[in-house]
């Protein structure tokens, strides 16, 4: 993951337009200069097509300062540990014993606020300890840390009595053997797989049980049987044996992919869209040809009357389009299948030159009942 979005909390887009750009990095932003690098932006989002409208300056510069005040937290970071480098040898060890028996002389009695920061042992703890930055209250949500779990910090430079702290120098050392092990999944690919020394047991989800037994007390235990479990994660996965029998895997015939949730309203929307962009050119033609056979034009009195279905088409089959093919969208990423983006698509998406995705991808349900997502390339089937 890239340390613009973690460090300086910038979302997918902006982090892609960034590094297409050349900054890999929090320490190549701070280097940029707003002018310029504004123009290098609008030209690398204009051949990539990430955003259709350019963010403002403004934004840009917002990024900037923000990677130059972290480099400034860096740059005081250093300054302190070469201020205060960790002591070694036989005046650590003095510093050390002289510091206990200050603390030992001072427990009798209050000494009031200490700052323990000048104890060598803190000294060496700071100096060994990774460089901590600020998060957002946004990451922590996602990263779903209640504030309940975050421990209250001690205050070193004003902290009343003695501090119980644990310092060590040394790394830590494991506490067990591990070895990757790698796991063939399917199609080629292999997991890494890390197994410890001890490992933990696994959650079986047959004794999980759900909240309305506790609610209602009288209410049994759902029975789940394993066996009608896996046959339905397996065809969610694959098609029935029968649906694809004496079809070549390599024919479009051939239905693939995961089993939509929305079979049929996916199909529909499929019809209604194909049938709006059919009649939708008709229409507007026919409603001219109305119109100038209307204000006596000699050239449209061969126009007979029953054109106007086809601006009435276009009405139902546009209000239809609204209803059922607007909101359909794809199982695995939920984009809008019939609703055309300017981004980029997936280079195993269906495409017809001229008429492009949205009608090619209808045309491949309807006839086929199953697609290729336009945006995540996915193969999705419509019959199980």
Same mark, same amino acid.
């Given at each position: 993951?890239?340390?613009?979005?973690?460090?300086?909390?910038?979302?997918?887009?902006? $982090?892609?337009?960034?590094?297409?750009?050349?900054?890999?990095?929090? #320490?190549?932003?701070?280097?940029?200069?707003?002018?310029?690098?504004?123009?290098?932006?609008?030209?690398? %989002?204009?051949?990539?097509?990430?955003?259709?409208?350019?963010? +403002?300056?403004?934004?840009?510069?917002?990024?900037?300062?923000?990677?130059? #005040?972290?480099?400034?937290?860096?740059?005081?970071?250093? %300054?302190?540990?070469?201020?205060?480098?960790?002591?070694?040898?036989?005046? &650590?060890?003095? *510093?050390?014993? +002289?510091?206990?028996?200050?603390?030992?002389?001072? +427990? @009798?009695?209050?000494?009031?606020?200490?700052?323990?920061?000048?104890? /060598?042992?803190?000294?060496?703890?700071?100096?060994?300890?990774?460089?901590?930055?600020?998060?957002?209250? =946004?990451?922590?949500?996602? &990263?779903?840390?209640? !504030?309940?779990?975050?421990?209250?910090?001690?205050?070193?430079?004003?902290?009343?009595?003695?501090?119980?702290?644990?310092?060590? &120098?040394?790394?830590?050392?494991?506490?067990?053997?591990?070895?990757?092990?790698?796991? &063939?999944? #399917?199609?080629?690919?292999?997991? %890494?797989?890390?197994?410890?020394?001890?490992?933990?047991?696994?959650? =079986?989800?047959?004794?999980?049980?759900?909240?309305?037994?506790?609610?209602?007390?009288?209410?049994?235990?759902?029975?789940?049987?394993?066996?009608?479990?896996?046959?339905?994660?397996?065809?969610?996965?694959?098609?029935?044996?029968?649906?694809?029998?004496?079809?070549?895997?390599?024919?479009?015939?051939?239905?693939? #992919?995961?089993?939509?949730?929305?079979?049929?309203?996916?199909?529909?929307?499929?019809?209604?869209?194909?049938?709006?962009?059919?009649?939708?050119?008709?229409?507007?033609?026919?409603?001219?040809?109305?119109?100038?056979?209307?204000?006596? %034009?000699?050239?449209?009195?061969? !126009?007979?009357?029953?054109?106007?279905?086809?601006?009435? @088409?276009?009405? $139902?089959?546009?209000?239809?389009?609204?209803?059922?093919?607007?909101?359909?969208?794809?199982?695995?990423?939920?984009?809008?299948?019939?609703?055309?983006?300017?981004?980029?698509?997936?280079? =195993?998406?269906?495409?017809?030159? !001229?008429?492009?995705? !949205?009608?090619?991808? *209808?045309?491949?349900?309807?006839?086929?009942?199953?697609?290729?997502?336009?945006?995540?390339?996915? /193969? $999705?089937?419509? =019959?199980?």
């Amino acid at each position: 993951m890239s340390d613009l979005k973690t460090t300086l909390n910038l979302n997918d887009r902006v $982090v892609r337009l960034l590094e297409l750009a050349g900054c890999a990095d929090v #320490g190549s932003l701070a280097t940029r200069e707003l002018v310029d690098f504004y123009k290098q932006l609008s030209d690398v %989002n204009r051949k990539a097509g990430i955003y259709k409208r350019m963010p +403002a300056s403004v934004e840009v510069e917002k990024w900037i300062e923000k990677a130059r #005040g972290i480099q400034e937290q860096y740059a005081v970071v250093e %300054n302190v540990e070469a201020v205060f480098p960790p002591p070694s040898g036989a005046a &650590a060890d003095d *510093a050390v014993d +002289a510091a206990g028996a200050e603390r030992e002389m001072s +427990a @009798s009695s209050d000494p009031g606020p200490v700052n323990f920061e000048l104890d /060598p042992d803190v000294v060496e703890m700071i100096a060994l300890s990774p460089v901590a930055l600020p998060l957002s209250g =946004k990451v922590l949500a996602e &990263a779903g840390v209640a !504030v309940q779990d975050i421990p209250e910090a001690i205050l070193l430079t004003a902290a009343r009595g003695d501090v119980s702290m644990r310092v060590s &120098a040394r790394k830590r050392e494991k506490s067990m053997e591990s070895k990757v092990v790698k796991t &063939a999944v #399917g199609g080629g690919i292999h997991v %890494n797989t890390i197994l410890f020394g001890s490992r933990k047991e696994e959650v =079986k989800t047959m004794r999980v049980r759900s909240t309305s037994e506790f609610v209602l007390p009288s209410a049994k235990q759902a029975v789940v049987n394993p066996t009608e479990n896996e046959d339905r994660i397996r065809l969610l996965r694959s098609a029935l044996p029968q649906t694809n029998e004496g079809v070549s895997p390599d024919s479009r015939r051939f239905v693939r #992919g995961v089993l939509h949730s929305h079979p049929g309203r996916l199909w529909w929307g499929a019809v209604f869209t194909l049938s709006f962009q059919f009649f939708a050119p008709l229409g507007i033609f026919s409603a001219l040809a109305l119109l100038m056979k209307d204000v006596q %034009n000699p050239y449209f009195q061969w !126009v007979p009357g029953w054109f106007l279905f086809f601006p009435c @088409s276009v009405f $139902v089959f546009g209000i239809l389009f609204l209803l059922v093919s607007y909101g359909a969208s794809c199982r695995i990423c939920g984009q809008r299948c019939f609703v055309p983006r300017q981004c980029l698509k997936n280079n =195993k998406a269906h495409h017809i030159p !001229v008429l492009g995705y !949205v009608f090619a991808t *209808a045309m491949h349900m309807v006839l086929f009942s199953w697609f290729r997502c336009t945006y995540c390339g996915t /193969p $999705v089937r419509l =019959k199980e």
